[in-house]
């Protein structure tokens, strides 16, 4: 499965029903939905991703499941996110459909190698912009890491981060697939015009 | 005998390795892996590493809910805790490997035993700090009723010391769970063998 350009990830959040958060993103024109929820048991994960890969297929959105591989497994999602913490991209491989979509976090050159070699299907690369929705150490890449980066993996880019409005073009023309956003969808009075607008700016 | 890892409880680096070496001198178990606390990258590493001492062993490895680690690093087997992904979906997917689950309750227990699994953990049947959270204690009439009704084998879990064995073997429990005791890697086992002194096989 290859991955749409100019492509809008919403990632659900921590507090939000994930299957109308992403109900909403998908009517926005959201390409791709994640699930992402650290704190829910498997069985609530599964009956979540069940809905959203069906809300998935309705827009022709691809769903994928953020670090949990056994959950992606027992419901065919499209694929797989994971991070540095996460089973290796490598190991998921082994496990998943030949055409089952697999990204990786990474924050350098040297993880996007890696996850290059590891038969990654797209990076994702951050935190671009500092970021209040996960705990950084780290100070954010900025839009100048994002060639170099993409450039040493021969990757898509999915840019992550601190992306909203007022800087999501910037992100695709600094060579960027597409965006990742939580807080942007998530934390709006209405998701569903959030990601609309999101997807009218990277598409300009 | 079924032999839960314990390393989240006292983060004691390194006890679920000096386990899966003690295997090596002992009768065979199965080994669950139950690090709630280690990421799925660690979890994985960890499995893949004590895989072959366990499989040369003689023992099981099985890994706790991740039957995707379990596949990935050759473990045997995947215990699904009760709130897991639905154990009939697991038994489809995950081919070839060992299927259990935990019950703490009947109707939790008759669901598992319905779904075809291989076996079924069910307790606390005594008082045991480690199982606190998972309800009060569930006695032996409890367990001799599940062991009744349902068609899989039962492992007994929960305060269940070498001397308790044997009662939960005579309520029909196929055999016993624990970690506590085995906390103490060094002695592991002589423990394992202590607590086959009681039971019949």
Known sequence: ?204 | MIVSSGGEHLAQRGLVQKQAQALARSAPVIFQIREKMLDAASLWMLCHEIAPFIDAAGSLLTVNERFDIALASGAKGVHLPESSCPADTVRKTARGLIVGQSAHSETAALKASSAGLDYLLFGPVFHTPSKAPFGPPQGLEQLQEICEKVRIPVFAVGGITPDKALACIECGAWGVAALTPFLDAGSMPETVNRYLSFMPS
């Open chain 1, 1 to 204: 499965m290859s991955l749409p350009r100019r492509l809008l990830c919403v990632i659900t959040d921590e507090r939000s029903d994930p299957v109308e958060l992403a109900r909403m993103a998908l009517e926005g024109g959201a390409g791709m939905v994640q699930l992402r929820r650290k704190t829910a048991s498997g069985r609530q994960l599964f009956e979540w991703a069940v809905r959203i890969q069906e809300l998935c297929r309705e827009h022709q959105a691809l769903f994928i499941v953020n670090d949990r591989v056994d959950i992606a497994l027992a419901m065919q999602a499209d694929g797989v996110h994971l991070g540095q913490q996460d089973m290796p991209a490598s190991v998921a491989r082994t496990l998943l459909d030949p055409e089952a979509i697999i990204g990786v976090s990474v924050s350098c050159a040297e993880e996007a190698v890696k996850a290059a070699a590891d038969r990654a299907s797209y990076i994702g690369v951050g935190h671009i912009f500092p970021t209040y929705s996960k705990d950084k150490p780290s100070p954010p890449l900025g839009t100048a890491a994002i060639k170099p980066i993409r450039n040493v993996a021969q990757l898509p880019v999915i840019a992550i981060g601190g992306i909203e409005l007022k800087n999501a073009a910037e992100v695709i023309r600094a060579g960027a697939s597409g965006i990742a956003v939580i807080s942007a969808v998530s934390e709006s009075d209405d998701p569903a015009a959030a990601a609309r607008e999101l997807v009218r700016m990277i598409r300009q």
